[in-house]
């Protein structure tokens, strides 16, 4: 074989192991919810909860799913985000509702196969950019702070922890619920981004 065709195979095998590659890396976009979607998102945040079995809270993953009448609601008020695969299946969403004046955060879910590819990431860039036009001034929501993808990411885009206690009795009452649900609140905390 001459040097030409060997370098020709070369830089095919290249090309090869470099388109392979780029479909490895997912690609999905973000839209509003559809009502249709709602029952499609059990199964993605049951997906995503499997990680939590890697810090001994597998009971998350056994637990309760999002209501679907307060995904709806949070469809029907312009604030549930759905990220999608190139076939229009959500793969993550992000749903919150308005609380106390502030915009909260109520669940981030991103299907396994998906996380780490920054689809929570843009997820919450949509949704903050959103907010910030219909006026909301501050962003808050309840996490596990020492979970990385839970406080640890939070506080990678701006929120801080903050004492339920300065938020307003109704910041405390969701802590005693989660705490109902079997979350350890010692290691809960309220977090808030001011936009």
Not at 112 to 128: C, E, I, P, W, Y
Not at 153 to 178: P, S, T
Request: hydrophobic share 45%.
């Amino acid at each position: 074989m001459s040097n030409n065709a060997l370098a020709i195979l070369a830089m095919a095998a290249a090309y090869v192991q470099q388109a392979e590659s780029m479909e490895e890396v997912s690609r999905f976009g973000i839209r509003r919810a559809r009502s249709s979607d709602i029952s499609l998102l059990e199964s993605v945040e049951r997906s995503a909860a499997q990680l939590f079995r890697t810090v001994n809270l597998g009971f998350l993953a056994d637990g309760p799913t999002l209501d679907p009448a307060v995904l709806s609601g949070m469809a029907k008020s312009n604030h549930l985000w759905i990220a999608v695969n190139d076939w229009d299946q959500p793969i993550g969403f992000l749903g919150g509702e308005n609380f106390e004046g502030n915009f909260h955060l109520v669940e981030v879910s991103v299907a396994q196969d998906f996380q780490g590819r920054g689809v929570g990431k843009a997820l919450m860039s949509n949704m903050m950019d959103q907010v910030r036009r219909e006026g909301y001034k501050t962003i808050t929501l309840t996490t596990y702070r020492d979970v990385p993808w839970n406080g640890y990411w939070y506080a990678k885009m701006g929120f801080v922890e903050v004492y339920a206690q300065a938020m307003g009795r109704k910041y405390l009452d969701i802590m005693v619920q989660e705490g109902k649900q079997g979350l350890d609140q010692a290691s809960r905390c309220v977090m808030m981004k001011a936009l």
